[in-house]
């Protein structure tokens, strides 16, 4: 088994120099140019791989180091199966890690692992001659890092041609400038948790601002460099797809709409592989209906607050469905939701009132970035003794107003105030986000508590 698909990673100096922008213009334009593209994104993260979506039409998965180790090759090497060209949008800088210190997490690192060159993104406003010491110094800086060439972002079009030479001049050719603009900067524009979610922005306006910015794309220079530089991985073993055996069809409830949006694709896909899946919008649907499960993940629950609690008849359900001793997993906003109450904007919420705490939001993360948690009480989710491996981001803050006895303690992370992990008859919430590859959430409630799986 060989990884040979060509591939290109899409990476910068900083953190909100573009990439995103450039990565969706680069993808377009090639499948404009009559190639087929699959696309991954570095790290954990539910928004940029959601925009990808809409230009490509398919799932784009996460490339996680730190949460996956060497599984990052067979995950490229089976989601990137059948395309002329794989594209990795970077996370952070091009060098930036967990510590600081390492390489762990770090772009660069997954780089070297998958093989890959690398297009470098530079924000070309207000700069000239210093972006020559910036490619320099990225390609010196670990000589391993494959750098070949360079997107211009952000660039006023007077600026293009001295911008264009002044990279030149470092040896990489020029392969796209995308020019400033009123409309990228507005619907690219970053709140509390980064960008907005690709079912929270008019489709038609972004296609539109993507196929404008893709229109100065040069993708015979981008599938050469790929094609060129991508060298072939000998992957061990073969793909195996394990298939449990479930007697029955559970049937699960999500509760998604524009408020609960972070899901994994492999979270969605396993629950269609393993049961009935109905998808539930809490802002609009009367309530959750006959299911065996319901999951409901993170997303901005303060920013939709008061859909939320105008629909009472929704999270009255919810309420019934934990009472009767229905099996619900939530993350981060989920838990958010299930709290009495979400403080935004100095207004209070109601919400769903499963948890006896209020949720404040913060200007400041509370937590942020990866961790690690032991199970120190048996949970729907695993038992005691299981190290939990995910990561957390969050501005928001629990004040607990009843006791509880909460499942895991924090060895990396926050939680709640080091603490996480609310278990109420067969409900279990945290603000842990778990990606599937990792720890399968679903698999493990339906396999080992669904009655008759």
Known sequence: MELTTPRLIISSYKGKSGKTIATLAIANALIRAGFTVSMFKVGPDYIDPSLHGLITGSPSRNLDYVLMGSGVLERLYRYSMGSDI???EGVAGL??????????GSTAQLAKLIKAPVLLVINGERINRTARAIIRGLRQFDPEVKIMGVVLTNVPPRQVDKLTRIVEEEGLPVVGAIPRSEDIEESFSYRHLGLRHAKEVARQQLISIVDSASTGINT???VKMAREYSEPIKLNGQLEVEVP???GRPRIGIIAGKAFTFYYPETLEEALTLGEVKLLDPEVDGDVGDVDILLIGGG??????SGLEGNRAFRASVRRFVDKGGYLYAECGGLMYLASSIIFNNSEYEMAGIIDAVAVMLNRPV???YVVARVIKDTLIAPRGTVLMGHEFHYSRLILKGSYDLALKYERGFGVNGMDGFTINNTYAHFMHLHPHTHDVLRS?????????
């Open 95 to 104: 060098y930036d890690s967990i510590d600081g210190f390492s390489e762990l």
């Open 86 to 88: 794989a594209l990795i």
């Open 245 to 247: 055996i479930v007697r």
């Open 300 to 305: 901005f629950p303060e920013v939709y607050a």
């Open 445 to 453: 409630i339906i396999l080992n508590h669904v009655k008759g799986a």
């Open 220 to 222: 015979d220079i981008i």
């Open 367 to 369: 937590g942020h970035g």
